[in-house]
């Protein structure tokens, strides 16, 4: 099982910046997917996750509204488009499988500063 | 949302010698499907997260046997049999039975 996130930067506040997560090793179409971030010297909060179909999505409340989780199963690649980014978004986020947070990628780091 | 606290904060141990960490749910884990949604994660220094146990008392492949969990409903426990050196790193709890997912705040395990 391999996660490899992708799509690091450092954007202003109010901008927007687009995550991806390419899955190989597993049959991705079958798994619930999660994005987890972690701020500098923080502990782990949980941002999204998405069906295995791609026909629901859950968000935590600070997020919603600005963040969208979604999966190209042909690509087996999972994304996270994040708009009206604010800097408490600064964090490293992990690309996770399964709900009980199975495997996970090494993480990248999304830094919001002007 | 349900809240998971977990004590200590922070647990100097002598090498070889046992660890523990508790965590406590705001409400009972236990979901409609009669599976209890409870993980315990480990991460060393400058490393992503990794998993230890799952489903409360499953531990993950590769993990050590010295390493188990257990509990149910609301209080939960993971023990350390002996410590190595190897182990240093933030512990965390989380709940998968409810939506969000949340974490505890995490354990600091350290050699004294």
């Known amino acids: 099982v391999q996660l490899v996130e992708s799509g690091e930067g450092l954007v202003q506040p109010g901008g927007s910046l687009r995550l991806s997560c390419a899955a190989s090793?597993?049959?991705?179409?079958?798994?619930?997917m999660n994005w987890v971030r972690q701020a500098p010297g923080k502990g782990l909060e949980w941002v999204a996750n998405?069906?295995?179909?791609?026909?629901?999505?859950y968000y935590v409340d600070s997020v919603k509204g600005r963040f969208t989780i979604t999966r190209d199963n042909a690509k087996n690649s999972l994304y996270l488009q994040m708009n009206s980014l604010r800097a408490e978004d600064t964090a490293v986020y992990y690309c996770?499988?399964?709900?009980?947070?199975?495997?996970w990628g090494q993480g990248i780091l999304v830094t919001v500063s002007s | 949302d349900i809240v998971m606290t977990q004590t200590p904060l922070s647990s100097p141990v002598t090498l070889g010698q046992p660890a523990s960490i508790s965590c406590r749910s705001s409400q009972s884990l236990v979901h409609s499907d009669g599976n209890t949604y409870l993980t315990w994660l480990q991460q060393r220094p400058g490393q992503p997260p990794r998993l230890l146990i799952y489903?409360?008392?499953k531990r993950f492949s590769g993990v050590p046997e010295r390493f188990s969990g257990s509990g149910a409903g609301t209080d939960f426990t993971l023990k350390i049999s002996r410590v190595e050196a190897e182990d240093v790193g933030v512990y965390y709890c989380m709940q998968a039975t409810q939506f969000p997912l949340t974490f505890g705040g995490g354990t600091r395990v350290e050699i004294k």
């Open positions: 998405i069906k295995p179909d791609g026909g629901k999505e």
């Open positions: 090793g597993f049959t991705f179409s079958s798994y619930w």
């Open positions: 489903y409360t008392s």
């Open positions: 996770v499988r399964e709900n009980s947070l199975i495997y």
